[in-house]
């Protein structure tokens, strides 16, 4: 062999390993989707936390290479960089941690004040089962459904615990699903909102909330595990971690780690989830037709948990009296979207009546969605499982 | 003293009930062949009655110290050997010991060997030789080459095994599911998924229901000690006032009161989500638009 065949033969074997001789039309499209997800974070401001290191996850896990030359890079090859962090998705850990920040950052004072806009919370996870029903439905298998159908509880950690367990194969497309319809919260639920109220009942004032004291605000992360776990002890990693979080927060001499879960902890956690959760989506395993019906049935859930909210509270004013009469406006906050729902029912409260704060009492079936959520995928978990 | 001494008792007793939940009550006897005529052999081409054990734990259990035995005046007959790898069973996993009376050939040989035609009695035994972990008596009228086994791994009733229709399943499952039991019986008898939606949405407003009666409970108590810790700064007896008498500070009042504080202490209201001077510095995170959502007073919409 003359030495220039010797470098063609090592620039061709070379050629073969890049991204130009492994590419296909899948990859393109999925390249196309992670450049969307970074431009509507970027210049639409969409979740950009979560889409843009989901989008550039999806820019890293479809770059094609030549997977038979044994590179260990991709993120289903076992032993890999990739591989090993996306553990915490396969194996379900990062969701947890997620939820031990969002516990530690959650106020819970607007729902201590109001218990009683935690059934708004409940209501709100019909979402989930509807849209479970749907995906029956359409063909899914009942473990794959209830996975899909957690989309509904509007929880992006809750989303990936669940179908890691349940169906891994559709994680990818769930967890985007369920991040992408977050994102477009305020597109989706202010016509259901307007849709299914009256003008009047859209100017109803709510109470203030009454001061809840520090005793109390330390009791219900410790008596809310404890309840809700006894109820659904599948649901622990993801409850106890929430409320484990929230009592560093309210208990007073645990500063420095609530500060270190809800800063440092999530912020990193949210890094490798986005990162490895769009990595996840590569075009072999994401460009199917169960996608789409993942899409379209994450669409009905949002759909069904947002109208079911606010119709509840129809249906509980019914049998409240005249002066705790709740705005229905806040029943959307009953899907998790911590804070972006709750935010909605304020902005359009305003809209019909300019001094007509709704947030804080919108923070109250807001968080309880979180609770809810976590709740349903207990339940689900343990029926299916 | 008395209190130290006390919070030192739970503290031990705790440690002591938390060792105990973690030591190996999770084994099982789990399937026993007394006569091996054309069973499993071992690793030297030989057959023998075989003891296996199971793993009933969702977690790795490390069996090394354990003991079998044939008999129950010596519950320590046959340890099992320390410093093998083999013996950590992983989650719902099985081992096999072959009872071959010739511990020498290795770790899964015992010393002792199951009598064909006589009753037979195998029990396990914690590291301490004491506590018995599990048990099982093998009647006699047990024919070769059938084996004495549990109807499902770690549990149920001990049943005899032909090789036939119930098979004989060393180191593997007693029951063989090619399918996930759960999701074929809802598959078939909730179809449409109404039997999950009605089960699962009672449970969820069931949890938050509890949790709700129960917070307006705690509320109830709290404002009430609250209450009366305010009649008691205030120097007024309970039976002196009628109920709402002492009202709630106002804003004002409340303002006033940290406004001094402030001034002339310097300190400001431990609770920080109710009233404070101080500025909270708050460092920026992906997540910290939720605490904003919380605290800020939220501006107005001017799209109309």
């Known amino acids: 062999m003359s030495f220039g065949d010797f470098l063609l033969k090592n620039l061709q074997q070379f050629w073969e390993l890049t991204g130009f001789a492994n590419a296909e039309i899948g990859n393109f499209v999925m390249l196309a989707v992670g450049l969307f997800f970074i431009w509507l974070a970027i210049k639409k401001n ?49 969701p947890p941690l997620i939820f031990l920040g969002i516990g530690a950052m959650t106020d819970f004072s607007a729902l201590i004040a109001n218990p009683k806009l935690m059934l708004i919370g409940a209501a709100a996870q019909f979402g989930i089962f509807g849209a479970y029903m749907v995906a029956l439905a359409i063909g899914f298998a009942p473990d794959q459904a209830g996975a899909i159908a957690i989309i509904g509880g509007a929880d992006g950690p809750t989303a990936i615990f669940l179908s890691s367990k349940l169906a891994p194969n559709l994680m990818g497309a769930i967890a985007v699903s369920a991040y992408s319809y977050m994102a477009l919260v305020p597109v989706i639920q202010p ?65 420095r780690l609530a500060k270190t879960a809800s800063n440092a902890l999530t912020d990193i956690v949210t890094i490798l989830l986005g990162m490895t959760v769009g990595a996840s989506t590569q075009a072999s395993q994401f460009l199917t037709p169960q996608t789409i019906f993942i899409f379209f049935l994450g669409f009905m859930a949002f759909i069904i948990a947002s109208s079911s909210g606010v119709l509840f509270v129809k249906l509980f004013n019914l049998i409240l009296p005249k002066d705790q009469k709740i705005n229905p406006l ?52 343990g029926f299916l499982a | ?90 989650k719902r996993q099985h081992v096999v010991f072959f009872a071959d009376g010739q511990p020498d050939k ?8 199951l009598e064909p035609g006589k009753d037979n009695w195998v029990g396990v035994y914690d590291a301490d030789g004491i506590t018995l972990i599990d048990e099982v008596f093998i009647p006699a009228s047990l024919a070769a080459d059938n084996s004495y086994a549990r109807s499902v791994d770690g549990a149920g009733e001990w049943v005899v095994r032909d090789g036939g229709v119930a098979y004989i399943t060393p180191s593997s499952a007693n029951v063989i599911r090619d399918t996930n039991n759960k999701i074929e019986e809802f598959a078939e008898r909730d179809a449409n998924g109404f039997g999950m939606t009605v089960m699962a949405m009672c449970i969820v407003f069931c949890a938050l229901l509890v949790l709700c009666l129960c917070f307006y409970g705690i509320g109830k108590i709290g404002a009430s000690v609250s209450r009366l810790n305010k009649m008691r700064a205030h120097g007024v007896e309970k039976h002196e006032v009628a109920k709402g008498d002492i009202a709630h500070d106002s804003g004002e ?20 989500t109710i009233l404070t001077i101080n500025k909270v510095k708050r460092a920026y995170s992906p997540w910290s638009s939720k605490i904003y959502g919380l605290r800020e007073v939220p501006g107005v919409n001017h799209r109309r």
């Open chain 1, 46 to 94: 969409f979740e950009p936390m979560l889409l843009v290191p989901i989008g550039f996850g999806i820019l890293i896990g479809n770059v094609p290479f030549n997977t038979g030359a044994g590179l260990e890079i991709g993120i289903y090859e076992e032993g890999s960089v990739l591989n090993i962090l996306y553990n915490g998705v396969s194996a379900g850990w990062y």
């Open chain 2, 253 to 272: 009042e409340i303002a006033a009161i940290v406004m001094a504080l402030h001034d002339h202490l310097d300190a400001h209201d431990t609770e920080n």
């Open chain 1, 330 to 381: 806040i029943g959307n906050a009953g899907v998790s979207a911590v804070p972006m729902s709750a935010r909605i029912s304020n902005n359009l409260g305003l809209e019909y009546d300019p001094s007509n704060y709704l947030l804080m009492h919108a923070m109250g079936p807001n968080v309880a969605g979180v609770i809810g959520s976590a709740v349903a995928a207990g339940v689900l978990l």
């Open chain 1, 191 to 255: 016509p259901l909102m307007r849709l299914f109220t009256t003008k009047k009942e859209r100017l109803i004032r709510m109470k203030p909330a009454r001061a809840v004291s520090q005793n109390e605000k330390i009791i219900f992360p410790i008596v809310g595990m404890l309840l809700t776990c006894f109820v659904v002890p599948s649901g622990l990693p993801l409850l106890g971690m929430l409320f484990f979080g929230n009592l560093l927060r309210e208990c007073g001499v645990t500063n």
């Open chain 2, 1 to 90: 003293m008395k209190r130290k001494l006390f919070l030192t008792a739970i503290i031990v007793v705790a440690a002591a009930s938390t060792a105990f939940a973690q030591g190996r009550k999770s084994l099982r006897l789990n399937e026993v062949m007394v006569q091996n005529e054309s069973s499993i052999v071992d690793d030297y081409g030989e057959r023998h009655g075989w003891i296996e054990l199971f793993n009933s734990n969702f977690a790795p259990l490390e069996i090394s110290s354990v003991y079998l035995t044939n008999d129950p005046q010596q519950p320590k007959k046959y340890p099992v050997p320390l410093g093998d790898v083999n013996t950590r069973i992983a």
């Open chain 2, 106 to 113: 290795g770790t899964f040989h015992t010393n002792f060997v």
